[in-house]
């Protein structure tokens, strides 16, 4: 729903899944998540600006800022300027609604790397990533003279600016139940100061991957979060029982499978879940349970499920009067409760791909998660070309879980090579 007044200013209602971000958001829980993509030559931040400025209000869903209502949070066009700016501190950080022009995204640069990072009550990985390229798209015109010719100020041809509420779309009256509580095991360990995060690149060979895939007959992310799940298990675990089972959370795009084009939020969570009762389960045996149960997760009737249980809480009447005050209380309280659930998170944005007129300018993409109170590290994955980059975002002081990983890898004879931001680097 939107409405205009005389200064062309709009409003709109945050989607299903955005309405918790605001309540929970905090310095030291930020829901900011940082997409960049490298370039093959260092970046001129005159030119970045210009670019921002040109994008920008194309994108209804970027271009807000944040506002209390009495009943809910909702979005109203933001009429500052957002300012370009050098890297220089670490990722993901806090984006606090009533600074930073009060807008809730920044963009900085580093030699030759865009970065944009998100706060997630706007969208999620998927609408980022849009936003992106047609932010690299409008740089390059602006570097290259060839492109000023036969690339326009505008959209691109593969661009979608629909910001549809697509939960409320595909929302259907059921009695779906909702996400587990059951506490899964923490990782454990010394954390960093405040404000320090580590990250670690691992950059793998698509083929060598998809050739270790093949002889277990899985996808990418099946097999790739069984590793972890068995990396956690080796390393933290010991391969000892635990009654606390290891809970993976995989969220989940939702557009190709309900055919929606939205740059807003629109993805679900699966939970790969295993639970250590014997002292000598093998990688193949983890595999196959993840495989199984993510099979089962990933059918359109369930995904239908979690969509309907999200939006019926919001669609209930008596929530929908109850003053905004009351309801963060009631959100804080039950995110807090759920989020014991997770041991960690992988995100996986799948292969990213390019207009084929820019694909010899750009490198490689990056994809990296805030961390929470409960999950002290997190993992996330994108593909470009001919790689895939997986990262391990971590406050804990050592990089155990991240090494052990990559090492079963290489096992399985996968070629890896890794990279860090430094945090690391005497024990990677």
């Given amino acids: 729903m939107m409405k205009k007044n005389h200064k062309e200013t709009r409003w709109h209602k945050l989607d299903n899944t955005a309405n918790i971000f605001p309540v929970i958001a905090s310095e030291n829980l930020s829901n900011v998540y940082r997409i960049s993509v490298t370039l093959k030559e260092d970046i001129k931040p005159e030119l970045l600006q210009e670019a921002l400025d040109t994008v920008l209000p194309w994108f209804e869903v970027f271009n807000v800022r944040l506002r209390r209502g009495i009943f809910w949070y909702y979005f109203e066009t933001n009429r500052h300027r957002p300012v370009v700016e050098l890297e220089s501190n670490y990722p993901c950080r806090y984006i606090d609604p009533y600074n930073n022009y009060k807008f809730l995204f920044r963009v900085s640069y580093y030699q030759k790397r865009i970065n944009l990072e998100v706060f997630h009550v706007l969208t999620d990985g998927m609408g980022a990533i849009t936003f992106l390229k047609e932010l690299t798209y409008q740089y390059l015109r602006l570097c290259e003279p060839k492109f000023r010719d036969c690339v326009e100020a505008k959209p691109s041809r593969e661009c979608s600016l629909n910001i549809e509420d697509s939960y409320l779309k595909y929302y259907k009256k059921s009695d779906a139940k909702g996400y587990k509580t059951k506490k ?11 404000t320090v995060m580590g990250v670690v690149h691992g950059y793998i060979e698509i083929p060598s991957l998809k050739a270790a895939c093949k002889i277990y007959d899985v996808s990418i992310n099946q097999y790739l979060v069984a590793q972890l799940l068995w990396s956690i298990y080796t390393e933290y675990l010991n391969k000892q029982i635990c009654k606390e089972p290891i809970c993976i ?7 190709k499978i309900f055919e ?4 807003k939020n629109f993805f679900a969570v699966l939970l790969a879940e295993f639970e250590s009762d014997r002292e000598d389960y093998t990688f193949e045996e983890i595999l196959e349970k993840v495989t199984n149960n993510l099979k089962k997760q990933m059918t359109k009737e369930h995904l239908q499920g979690l969509i309907s249980y999200n939006v019926s809480n919001e669609k209930r009447f008596y929530v929908r009067a109850v003053p905004l005050f009351i309801k963060n209380i009631a ?3 039950i995110y807090h409760n759920s989020s014991k659930a997770f041991t960690t998170t992988i995100t996986n944005l799948g ?4 207009l084929d007129e820019f694909q010899d300018y750009i490198d490689k993409f990056h994809l990296v998660l805030s961390v929470s109170k409960k999950q002290s590290l997190k993992c996330s994955v994108c593909s470009y070309k001919d790689e895939l980059v997986f990262t391990f975002a971590s406050v804990l002081t050592d990089m155990n879980l991240a090494k052990t990983f990559f090492r079963n890898l290489a096992l399985q004879g996968i070629r890896v090579s890794i990279e860090s931001n430094g945090v690391y680097n005497e024990e990677m």
Avoid: D
């Avoid at 292969?351 to 390019?354: N, Q, W």
């Fill in 260 to 263: 929606s084009s939205t740059t």
């Fill in 184 to 194: 899964a095991y923490q990782l454990k360990g010394k954390f960093m100061p405040p």
């Fill in 351 to 354: 292969s990213i791909s390019v």
């Fill in 249 to 255: 959370n995989i969220p989940m795009n939702l557009r």
């Fill in 331 to 333: 959100i804080k309280y």
